[in-house]
């Protein structure tokens, strides 16, 4: 028999969490805190460690917000989707409870991005009120920043490799023996695309990365 779940307290608590309590009458339950939970958290600590993941992260919750509760907004934006010939997707929001949500988030951003561009425009360009217009304008520059648009599209690539992971093992079957190796397999792919080894042996950035 075997218990697994995320890593709440109430659950995998040492004493009086589910699993211990399940345990008491079954000294040979398999306990396991659930994978795809290790991995939104693992992911998440890498993502804090980089700081300029908040500032990306600032920018994408500017942009929920520039739509949040406005149909006209969302409906400009639909418009310049039609007229680009872009599918029509909404700006998402990043729900810290919900794994690899941030996935979602930036996608999104960045196959709508001349999209938005061009809605922002439009819409600062009706705005009478001084200090939304600014606001609206500083939003635009800062989303034509080169560095943040690559910073972008490389987490676009970098979590589309982990949110595929995730989606492997939240299959309805899992082979304890395929997660090494799934695992392994996605780190290989991401250090083929951007890195590479130098005379010594170490990694290094690829090329195109750098």
Avoid at 184 to 200: V, W
Wanted: aromatic share 12%; net charge positive.
């Amino acid at each position: 028999m075997s218990f697994a779940s995320d890593g709440a307290n109430i659950m995998m608590g040492e004493n009086n969490g589910i699993a211990a309590r399940i345990a008491k009458n079954n000294p040979y339950l398999f306990i396991t805190h659930y994978i795809v939970h290790r991995l939104s958290l693992a992911s998440e600590n890498a993502y804090r460690q980089v700081d300029f993941c908040k500032k990306a992260e600032q920018i994408i919750k500017r942009c929920y917000k520039f739509f949040s509760k406005s149909s006209k907004r969302i409906d400009i934006l639909r418009g310049y989707q039609e007229f680009l010939n872009k599918p029509e997707i909404k700006i998402r929001k990043i729900f810290d409870i919900r794994w690899l949500s941030c996935f979602e988030a930036v996608k999104n951003l960045c196959i709508t991005l001349k999209p938005l561009l061009d809605t922002l425009v439009s819409t600062a360009m009706e705005v009478t009120n001084a200090q939304k217009r600014d606001s609206i304008i500083a939003l635009y520059e800062e989303l034509c920043n080169w560095k943040l648009l690559a910073f972008f599209h490389f987490l676009y690539d970098i979590l589309g490799y982990i949110a595929k992971l995730s989606k492997i093992f939240q299959e309805r079957y899992v082979q304890f023996s395929d997660i090494d190796t799934t695992i392994n397999a996605t780190i290989q792919r991401i250090q083929y695309e951007y890195l590479e080894q130098n005379d010594e042996g170490n990694l290094k950035l690829e090329f195109n990365l750098n």
